[in-house]
């Protein structure tokens, strides 16, 4: 029964310090599959899926060794197959990133086909389209993706979606590819380039990442590399949220300001202020909050990861109408059902939210519907009024570190619990 119990009603004032981040350090373990060398990740988050993902890299014979709660070293040098398996790996989208490395380093790699978050039908045709076309054989047996080649030749790869994972994934596999690959229509997004960097310092030629078009020109090899990985953009905005939705004041620290510009720009757009500093936001908000519209776009527009925490925000501008167009995946709006258990108005109509601004939210059972829309519930609780419990929370465990803790660091009267006693003492306010 493990849950989150929240006393809501209390503006979250103070700073809060960001964690490496998920989507980036997720490719980055994969990618760091691709030499013999040693290679040192820096300012990893210490998360579900990255652990489920080190396992996944411990079973087929990689040396990952934790070096504190942030870094870690790797040496794949002694794999001994492509194959990936594991319930927990096979549950997590980001299992597919094995498939472009183990391909791009040996030529062959089987994973079952990915799990994560049910937002919506999530297809890979991209990345199998890519890995055709890299001259590689790609067939689904009983729920295994299995690619192999002889040899991967360059291709020219025109992405019929813009995709994060498809980009990175191609990317993988066209480093250690002869000639000169180009990929077009591609992810803008910080976590493509911050992949892209990592080759690049294990001695990949990337070019062009963070625009339309990235140039790979293959080289034979891939060498040790020592990488820090960039700061999460959606953690920070989550936090840069709870500063709006509780009418608090919070400085989010060691994190990209330009990674969270389309964010910061809602946020004024509502009604909040928010300052910028070299690595560091702060976010204030006193007034009422004012509505908007909302579309999720691949980056830098508005991103899809930042839906459910806007749109629990925008539940609380009283009196407005707002409206929150999902554009990426189709079945994102599945907390608004939530939500409304905490008084919130919300209709969808097909891939449109519409909410109608409430004065307040009271406090409610709820559930966490998947990882995003699980911490945005969790802001909602902290705005509401009276006692709420989170459950599903290993949803939000997936992707958030010491959340709890950090929301308490910032006023927020969040407690986990894993039993009946332990709930009994946080409504009744005793630990
Ligand atoms: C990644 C992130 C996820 C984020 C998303 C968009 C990870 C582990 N997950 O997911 O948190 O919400 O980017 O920023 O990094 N599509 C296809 N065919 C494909 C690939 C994608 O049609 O082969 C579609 C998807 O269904 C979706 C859209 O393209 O509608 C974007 O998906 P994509 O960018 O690939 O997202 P993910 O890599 O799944």
Known sequence: MD???????NPLVGEVEIGGAKNTALPILAAALMTDDTVII??????RDINVLLDAMKNIGVVVERRGRHQVKINASQIFTTAIEGNGIRKMRA????LGALLGKYKSASVGLPGGCEIGTRAIDQHIKGFRALGAKVRLEHGI??????DLTSAHIFLDVVSVGATINLMMAAVLAEGQTVIENVAKEPHVVDVANFLNSMGANIKGAGTDVIRIRGVKSLHGSEYTVIPDQIEAGTFMMAAAITKGDVT??????KHLECISAKLKEIGCEVQES????RVFCSKCLKGTQVKTMPYPGFPTDMQPQISVTLGLSAGATSIVRESIFENRFRYLEELTKMGAKATIEGNVAILEGVEKYDGASISATDLRAGAALVLAALAAEGFSTVDHIHYIERGYEDFPEKLMSLG??????TNAEELKKARLKVV
């Not at 299992?95 to 094995?98: L, M």
């Not at 070299?278 to 936001?281: E, H, K, L, T």
């Open 252 to 257: 989010v620290k060691n994190i990209i300001p």
């Open 3 to 9: 849950q989150y119990a929240i006393w809501g009603g």
């Open 95 to 98: 299992s597919y990133y094995f």
């Open 42 to 47: 820096d300012n990893l988050p210490d998360i």
């Open 145 to 150: 993706i299995i690619t192999e080649a002889i």
């Open 412 to 417: 927020g009267h969040i407690r986990r619990v």
């Open 278 to 281: 070299d690595d560091a936001v």
